[in-house]
C-alpha cells in the first residue's frame, strides 16, 4: 500500500532554514509528483508546490517562491522540502502527498505530518 | 487561482440524523478525462486530516459508506446520511484540477 513517512518534529530559530524528509513506499516513486501542503495552527490546509521526482522539476506557489526548495533522491525514494528564513508564521505542521491531479486517476496519500516550530 | 467557498462555516448535527457540506468552485474542476479533481477531508480534533471522497464521488478506501459525495457543474456536496458522534471534526473540500491547489474554509461539525 501507498505510504508516505516524515521526519520528525523540528524546533528552530528565526532566520535558520528547516528541511523536511518524506518517504515513500508502494508505488513507484518517479511516476507520481510528490506535493507539499501546510497547515498553521487554527488555519486551513494551504498548498506550497510540488516536484516531479522523475525530472526533478518544481512548481511552487507564489507565496513560497524565493524561500522553498523542493528536491528528491531517487535512489532511497524520497522527496525533500525546505524552507528558508523562517520567521513565527511559519510555525505549522507539514505534509507531504500524493494527489489525483492533470488527468491522473488514484486514491491520494498523505504523510504523518511535520510539526515545525519556529521560536527564539 | 481557483476559489473554493464552503458553507455553512458551523454545522450543529444530531446524532443519526443526516447532514450535508457544500463547496462551490469559481470554475470547472472538470479535466477532459471526465472526473471533476474534488476531494473531501476531514480533520479530528488533534489529528491530520484524512481523506474521504477522492475525484467527486469516489469513497476512499475504509470509509464508511454513510459518506457520500455528489457533482453538479461546479456545486460540490459531501452527505453523511447518519451522523455519527465519531464524525464532529472540520471538513475540507480541495481541488487539484489546477495549481495552485486550493481549499476550502473547512466547515466545523460539532454534535448538539
Known amino acids: 500500500q501507498v505510504q508516505l513517512v516524515q521526519s520528525g518534529a523540528e524546533v528552530k530559530k528565526p532566520g535558520a532554514s528547516v528541511k523536511v524528509s518524506c518517504k515513500a513506499s508502494g508505488y513507484t516513486f518517479t511516476g507520481y509528483y510528490m506535493h507539499w501542503v501546510r497547515q498553521a495552527p487554527g488555519q486551513g490546509p494551504e498548498w506550497m508546490g510540488r516536484?516531479?521526482?522523475?525530472?526533478?522539476?518544481?512548481k511552487y506557489a507564489q507565496q513560497f517562491q524565493g524561500r522553498v526548495t523542493m528536491t528528491r533522491d531517487t535512489s532511497i525514494t524520497t522527496g525533500y522540502m525546505e524552507l528558508s528564513r523562517l520567521t513565527s508564521d511559519d510555525t505549522a505542521v507539514y505534509y507531504c502527498?500524493?494527489?489525483?491531479?492533470?488527468?491522473?486517476?488514484?486514491?491520494?496519500?498523505w504523510g504523518q505530518g511535520t510539526l515545525v516550530t519556529v521560536s527564539s | 487561482e481557483i476559489a473554493m467557498t464552503q458553507s455553512p462555516l458551523s454545522l450543529p448535527v444530531t446524532p443519526g440524523e443526516p447532514a450535508s457540506i457544500s463547496c462551490r468552485s469559481s470554475?470547472?474542476?472538470?479535466?477532459?478525462?471526465?472526473?471533476?479533481?474534488l476531494d473531501w477531508y476531514l480533520q479530528k480534533p488533534g489529528q491530520s486530516p484524512q481523506l474521504l471522497i477522492y475525484l467527486g464521488s469516489n469513497r476512499a478506501s475504509g470509509v464508511p459508506d454513510r459518506f457520500s459525495g455528489s457533482e453538479s457543474g461546479t456545486d460540490f456536496t459531501l452527505k453523511i446520511s447518519r451522523v455519527e458522534a465519531e464524525d464532529v471534526g472540520v471538513y475540507y473540500c480541495m481541488q487539484t484540477l489546477q495549481t495552485p491547489h486550493t481549499f476550502g474554509g473547512g466547515t466545523q461539525v460539532e454534535i448538539k
Open positions: 502527498a500524493r494527489l489525483s491531479h492533470g488527468g491522473l486517476i488514484l486514491q491520494p496519500a
Open positions: 470554475q470547472s474542476l472538470q479535466h477532459n478525462n471526465g472526473y471533476n479533481y
Open positions: 516536484i516531479n521526482p522523475n525530472s526533478g522539476g518544481t
